[in-house]
């Protein structure tokens, strides 16, 4: 199966779809232009009605550049318009934020009919990719009244510090030599955790381990918007 990702937005939504990506190689899916491939993935961001409409239009585009290939958008834009992102051309499902995580691990099942090299991975150069981005966080808690997270993301979640660790230790055994490590909300990592962390807690473990790779600290900042 040959499959695109093609991500508006910010690091989150970056460190999601490298996520999306290892999950479509390790059930041998081949990385192919949107043009060419059986299956593209749109990881949609909604912070602005311009985002909104970009990712409309790469939609249509796909659907007009690739009449056969089937479109699976998720992202903001999907979790909060998921009606009217249905009705876009070639989109075969929308996948909302809370559902991305469990739906993608099957995503080849669903749609590939290749074997492919089972256990494949994101490695450095990969679209040239030379850092990876991992989340180690989600949601926001603050409801200002000008942000859509709060709606498409939900509540702050975050990875417990073990966790990082491991997925830290698996990237750099993969060939990284740097990790920048992203969330939503990075402040207010670990507030949600038993027992409670802290981003300090997490950067001094990430400081005290043994794994040879550059960390950079990266939150959710504003952004245009434009595809990946």
């Known amino acids: 199966m040959k499959y695109s990702v093609i991500t508006f937005g910010c690091r989150v939504n970056q460190a999601d779809s490298l996520r999306i990506e290892e999950g479509l190689l390790a059930r041998g899916g081949v990385a192919a232009p949107p043009s060419d491939a059986d299956l593209v993935i749109v990881n949609t961001c909604s912070v602005t009605a ?3 409409q970009g990712a409309r239009q790469t939609i249509s585009r796909v659907a007009s550049d690739n009449p056969s290939a089937r479109v699976v958008v998720t992202g903001c834009y999907a979790s909060r318009r998921p009606e009217e ?26 749609f590939g009919d290749g074997d492919g090299a089972c256990g494949a991975t994101i490695a450095p150069g990969v679209a040239g990719r030379t850092a990876f981005t991992l ?93 990946d």
């Open 135 to 227: 989340r180690v966080q989600t949601g926001c808690d603050e409801r200002c009244s000008y942000c859509i997270i709060p709606t498409t993301r939900g509540a702050g979640r975050s990875v417990p510090v073990d966790q990082v660790l491991r997925e830290v230790d698996r990237v750099a055994a993969a060939g990284f030599k740097e990790i920048a490590i992203t969330g939503v909300q990075l402040g207010s990592y670990g507030r949600d955790l038993q027992p409670a962390s802290s981003l300090l807690s997490l950067v001094r473990a990430l400081a005290l381990s043994s794994i040879d790779v550059t960390f950079r600290i990266s939150s959710l900042e504003p952004m245009d918007c434009t595809p």
């Open 85 to 110: 992102v249905a009705t876009l051309p070639s989109v075969v499902r929308v996948v909302g934020n809370d559902e991305k995580d469990r739906f993608f691990k099957t995503t080849a099942e669903r």
């Open 50 to 52: 311009s985002a909104d």
